[in-house]
């Protein structure tokens, strides 16, 4: 979204306050802060990794939390900050801009999630049919939500630091692993609260370290060190974790080089067989690639995940407008079949839970795939995976397809629907999974045609139905 942002006094200190102006996902595709995949994959050579990797592609569906100082205001994640001039970075224009860093970072004194309640994030997400997340523990404002040592600029240190649960992501990450999600933290590895990468000394006027690391070797080798120290604690600090999600693909080899193979080799020191996910950065290292706010063109044979908010942003914004049950369990539905899993973006609020709203939508998905996950989880490709709106997947053992069809939601159901390949062993059962019940069928050529149940005439939810495929 588009945002801009007025500041209004009040007892003498400062308020962000918003205004909001709707800036469409495609065009904020173009403005370059979006995370494409990478063209090319590697696969990890590891036997353990190997078989953990096939494990979260049984998942198919997943959370990722996006919470900070940037939750206060409701704006878009950290990126305020940052003295880039595109429309989508929001930012007080009357103040100068170094004022503006410095009313953000004091946003520390007043984040205080007194609500703040893990164990609804996990029932809502469970209930919702996800069956992995993610948690940011720092965004790229440097702003860390677990209990570092490495700097006193994290939420043990902020409005909430006296709160029995002030380490939250101790409390998310056990929350999570006690509804037996596969848990996951997602890192940035640039800080722009650092001394080391954003130096004070001069201006920071892109995303980018702002000094010439080949000119100050040492400062950059802090920065490494820095780094690395924070992933250790993650690491060793936060109980068994499954996945390493880094975040900030400009920051790599060879300009900014943080020393993946280092981190690497000290993550599976702790946490063995961790998927490791450096985001956009190719090669043993990026353990499934994640393009983000898109699927795909095509399927593709390799591990992969689309990220994609629930709301236009990826933290909690005001007034945000959701997108629907059904238009996230199409886009489920479509990812699963090109090969992929979907990694769907909650943003809690700035007092710690997930809205009622959200909570309603991740409620109705929950219900849907309570029927229909059958087709979904464990699945694994087809070749034949799209014939018009229907989509297919296969059991992992191949012995059974799944079609899922997505009905156009602005037309009634049809009276039946019919798609090309994928034909059924003759004279066997097809299942439709929202009744249990067999429906007609007939082969027409390379043609399947489905009679729908007169009952189902309203329905605007995703069919799937199950069948054996002919050899």
Not at 141 to 165: C, R, V
Request: positive net charge; aromatic residues 14%; contains cysteine.
């Amino acid at each position: 979204m588009k945002k801009k942002i007025a500041f209004i006094k009040q007892s003498g200190s400062i308020i962000i306050g918003l205004l909001l102006t709707a800036l469409p996902i495609e065009i904020q595709a173009q403005q370059g802060f979006v995370h494409q995949r990478s063209t090319e994959y590697q696969w990890p050579e590891e036997k353990g990794v190997l078989e953990k990797l096939d494990q979260w592609q049984d998942l198919k569906f997943g959370v990722l939390f996006h919470w900070g100082l940037y939750s206060i205001p409701g704006i878009v994640e950290s990126w305020s900050i940052c003295s880039e001039d595109v429309d989508w970075i929001p930012r007080d224009s009357t103040i100068a801009y170094e004022d503006y860093k410095k009313s953000y970072y004091k946003l520390i004194e007043k984040f205080n999630p007194t609500d703040f309640n893990p164990d609804q994030w996990a029932d809502v997400t469970k209930v919702a049919g996800m069956k992995y997340m993610l948690f940011t523990t720092k965004h790229h404002d440097g702003f860390n939500l677990f209990n570092t040592k490495q700097t006193d600029f994290s939420i043990t240190n902020s409005a909430f630091k006296n709160n029995p649960k002030a380490d939250v992501a101790k409390y998310v990450f056990e929350a999570f692993r006690q509804k037996d999600f596969m848990v996951g933290a997602y890192f940035s590895k640039p800080d722009w609260h650092c001394e080391y990468y954003w130096w004070p000394r001069y201006a920071t006027p892109t995303r980018n370290v702002n000094y010439n690391i080949n000119r100050h070797p040492d400062r950059w080798e802090s920065f490494q060190k820095f780094t690395y120290n924070q992933i250790e604690e993650l690491m060793s600090n936060y109980g068994k974790l499954n996945i390493l999600w880094l975040d900030g693909g400009w920051v790599a080899a060879p300009r900014q080089d943080i020393k993946m193979d280092s981190i690497a080799k000290m993550a599976r020191s702790h946490q063995s067989d961790i998927l490791i996910v450096d985001r956009t950065i190719h090669g043993k290292y990026e353990n499934y690639q994640t393009p983000e706010r898109s699927i795909p063109e095509k399927q593709l044979n390799y591990p992969w995940e689309s990220c994609i908010p629930l709301s236009p942003d990826w933290g909690w914004t005001p007034n945000a407008k959701f997108k629907s049950a059904n238009t996230v369990i199409a886009d489920l539905i479509e990812v699963v079949a090109k090969g992929g899993n979907l990694l769907l973006g909650v943003g809690p609020t700035p007092k710690g839970v997930i809205q009622p709203e959200v909570v309603a939508i991740l409620k109705e998905i929950g219900q849907w795939l309570k029927v229909n996950g059958e087709g979904i989880y464990g699945t694994r490709i087809t070749p034949n995976y799209n014939s018009n709106n229907v989509w297919f997947t296969a059991s992992k053992d191949g012995n059974k397809l799944y079609a899922l069809y997505v009905p156009n939601e602005k037309e009634g159901l049809p009276k039946s629907i019919e798609w090309e390949n994928n034909i059924p062993v003759k004279s066997s059962a097809m299942v439709l999974l929202k009744t249990g019940k067999k429906v007609k069928w007939a082969q027409k050529g390379n043609k399947v045609l489905v009679n729908l149940p007169g009952a189902l005439k309203t329905n605007k939810e995703p069919l799937v139905f199950s069948f054996k495929l002919q050899k």
